[in-house]
């Protein structure tokens, strides 16, 4: 991350800009590393997405808070294999078939997870993390409270929430 801002200085200016650990900590995060190992998160993606197709998404949500713990809290990085394995494991899930899922030469969920990024570029979002509530209001996660009043606000005067735009994109849907 500190090359990815542009050295030292742009990371801790970054940093303080966010203010990503105090509201981590305010959110009841004790401990939210900024120093973690950036990575390719292709493979926790098509994992996240790959749950949610077999297992339905409440188990995509548990693996997701795993992972978010193993990375964010504890500093892992999103494409090691044994990590992600004991995230899913921890779950409930077979070492075996997620283990031989993640390493398939021909990277199951692939395609679907690039599609949605492609729709999150048409939606103007080059970061993570965002939120799309209605399926059209984009509100960034380093937002504040105010801004997702507001969008909540506006969603509910039009009286209706809109439709999911990302389960198609994934074929993942609510069991």
Partial sequence: LVKKWGGRAGWEAQ??????KGRGERAGIPHFN??????????SHRLVQYVGKVYGLDL?????????????????ALNDVDGLVRCAEEIGLD???IRGFIED???????????????CRELGIHSIPNFVVGGE??????SGPED???????????????????AG???????
């Fill in 15 to 20: 940093k303080a800009r966010h203010d990503l």
């Fill in 34 to 43: 900024l120093d973690r190992r950036a990575s390719n998160t292709m493979k």
């Fill in 60 to 76: 995509s949500e548990q693996l997701y808070d795993k992972l978010n713990v193993y990375h964010f809290v504890e500093g892992h």
């Fill in 95 to 97: 070492e075996k078939e």
């Fill in 105 to 119: 030469p021909a990277e199951p969920g692939r395609a679907e997870i690039e599609r949605a990024v492609k729709l």
């Fill in 137 to 142: 209001f984009v509100v960034s996660g380093a």
């Fill in 148 to 166: 997702f009043l507001r969008v909540f606000k506006e969603v509910e005067e039009r009286g209706e929430v809109g439709k999911p735009i990302f």
């Fill in 169 to 175: 994109v994934l074929g993942v849907h609510e069991r």
